[in-house]
């Protein structure tokens, strides 16, 4: 299923060209407003590349998620439902504590908001299918401090943690191995995932795959890694099981693992090992951790 992917530097981002298997993704740059942006061709004709300052006061948008640094709107158009991520800052700190290391890095790093583009549009064209980039733009303010919009499609299925909930103890390793598969089958093309979290993944089982959402610090590199950075993954993904089930599932542990090894091809003892080591770092967790966590979660889910 890999493609030819051509991804070209900032220099030459007017003809950015990504190939996949249901098509091509063609992207463009363009001068919007202010905003230097690249765009999906097939939407050149998008209603927020009329005016993306006009887009963003949109009442008829539903906002998602408004915080110091960021606003995330959802909205309903001809072409479907798109989500727009509005980025005002690294994090929350550089807005409200003044933070200058952070505001320094989002100053002089390359655009947050293309680099998600790049990487989404990589994924889906190696077969990792993610919401399709529509668009990623920056605009320079004053002192040259930038602020960025990412906007991309929605995908229209329910994430893993809604179908954990669903499920029986006896059929939720059918999905956790799944997970374990696809999060093999991403790390083997050089991906690692910036939060591999149950309601960051949306199983797909018509074409027994995973959509991956939230993939603003997801990263594709060009050699291999380490592995304890893969182990990230599986260890926040593991122990969010066990704040869905509010109580340690040490055997999904294993099911996950047993899945992501056998896609590896690797043998019973690094399996058997890398299981044991995860487990270790999510019982250190959940044991210092459980009860602030425990009570983040039923507040969350007791807020209109």
Known sequence: MNQTTNLMSNSQLSAEKIRFSAGELRFGSRC????????????????????LDAWMKDTASEIIKDTPCRVILKSRTPEGVIYTKYMR????????????????????????????????????????PCPVPLLGARRRGRF?????????????LPTAEDDFYQRTEATRPELIRLCGRRLAALHRDGFIHGDFLPRNVCPDWSNKTIFYLDNDRTKRHA?????????????????????LAETPVEQLVDELVAAYAEELGWPDKRRSAEAMTIKRQVNHRWTLHKTDELRRKHQQQNTP
């Open 223 to 243: 050699i291999p890694q380490p592995f304890f950075l893969k182990r990230r993954n599986l260890a926040q993904f593991c122990f969010n099981l066990y704040l």
């Open 144 to 156: 040259g401090y930038p602020h960025e919009i990412f906007i991309s499609t929605e995908v229209a």
């Open 89 to 128: 800052a690294q994090n929350d700190g550089v807005i409200q504590k003044h933070e200058i290391f952070p505001k320094l890095k989002w100053t002089l790093a390359p655009s947050r908001a293309q680099r998600i583009l790049k990487t989404t549009a990589m994924m889906i064209a190696l077969g990792h």
């Open 32 to 51: 919007l407003n202010g905003w230097s942006a690249l765009v999906l061709e097939d939407w050149s004709g998008f209603a927020p590349l009329q005016d």
